[in-house]
C-alpha cells in the first residue's frame, strides 16, 4: 500500500521560506511516476503547485514557479517542497501525491493527509 | 494554461435522486480527464481517470463520460456518503482543476 506523509512548520512568517517534506512508503520513487504538490487555501479549490519526475525533471505552475523548488531524496524516498516569498495568501493546506500515468501527465492516486500551514508574523 | 470550469457550483440533490456534474476544458483535453470527491477534512479521493473507468473500489453508481472539452459525472442514486465536493482535473498539459461542485442534501 502507497502512503505519503508530509511533514514541516505549520507556521511561516511572511517574507520567509515555506519548506515541507512528503515521504513516501510502499513505493520506490526512483521506480516511475510524477509525485507532486497541491494546495488548498481554506474554504477554496485545489491548485497544482508543481511536480518532480521520478529522473528528477521538475515541472512548475506558471504563476507559482519564481517561488517554487521541488527537489527529491532518492535515498530517503522522499520529496520536497519550497515556496520563497511567502504571503497571507499562501495559508493552505498543502497535499503531496503521486500522479500515475498512461497517457498525459497522469492522475494522482495516492494523496498525503495534506498538513495546514499558516503565514503569520 | 489549460482552464476547467465546473457547473453548478452547488447542486441540491436528494438522496436516491440522480447528480449530474460538468466540467468544461478551455481546449481539447482528450480522455486525459479526472474526478475526484473530497469531504471535510480529508484529502481528495481519486473516483475517475481516463474521463470514464472508475478507479478500484469505487462504487459502479459513479460513472464519467466525455472527451475534448466536454465531460460529465454522473451519481445515478445519490447515497448519504456521496454529499461532498467533486472537482474535474485535465492532466493532457500538466495539471490544473476545476473550482469544484458541491453536491449537497436537498
Known amino acids: 500500500q502507497v502512503q505519503l506523509q508530509e511533514s514541516g512548520p505549520g507556521l511561516v512568517k511572511p517574507s520567509e521560506t515555506l519548506s515541507l517534506t512528503c515521504a513516501v512508503s510502499?513505493?520506490?520513487?526512483?521506480?516511475?511516476?510524477?509525485w507532486g504538490w497541491i494546495r488548498q487555501p481554506p474554504g477554496k479549490g485545489l491548485e497544482w503547485i508543481g511536480s518532480?519526475?521520478?529522473?528528477?525533471?521538475?515541472y512548475y505552475n506558471p504563476s507559482l514557479k519564481s517561488r517554487v523548488t521541488i527537489s527529491v531524496d532518492t535515498s530517503k524516498n522522499q520529496f520536497s517542497l519550497k515556496l520563497s516569498s511567502v504571503t497571507a495568501a499562501d495559508t493552505a493546506v498543502y497535499y503531496c501525491?503521486?500522479?500515475?500515468?498512461?497517457?498525459?501527465?497522469?492522475?494522482?492516486?495516492?494523496w498525503g493527509q495534506g498538513t495546514l500551514v499558516t503565514v503569520s508574523s | 494554461e489549460i482552464v476547467m470550469t465546473q457547473s453548478p457550483a452547488t447542486l441540491s440533490v436528494s438522496p436516491g435522486e440522480r447528480a449530474t456534474l460538468s466540467c468544461r476544458a478551455s481546449?481539447?483535453?482528450?480522455?486525459?480527464l479526472a474526478w475526484y470527491q473530497q469531504k471535510p477534512g480529508q484529502a481528495p479521493r481519486l473516483l475517475i481517470y481516463?474521463?470514464?473507468t472508475r478507479a478500484t473500489g469505487i462504487p459502479a453508481r459513479f460513472s464519467g463520460s466525455g472527451s475534448g472539452t466536454e465531460f460529465t459525472l454522473t451519481i445515478s442514486s445519490l447515497q448519504s456518503e456521496d454529499f461532498a465536493v467533486y472537482y474535474c482535473?485535465?492532466?493532457?498539459?500538466?495539471?490544473?482543476f476545476g473550482q469544484g461542485t458541491k453536491v449537497e442534501i436537498k
Open positions: 482535473q485535465q492532466y493532457n498539459n500538466w495539471w490544473t
Open positions: 481546449q481539447s483535453v482528450s480522455s486525459n
Open positions: 518532480i519526475y521520478h529522473s528528477g525533471s521538475t
Open positions: 510502499g513505493y520506490s520513487i526512483s521506480s516511475g511516476y510524477y
Open positions: 481516463g474521463a470514464s
Open positions: 501525491a503521486r500522479a500515475i500515468a498512461a497517457a498525459g501527465t497522469g492522475y494522482f492516486d495516492y
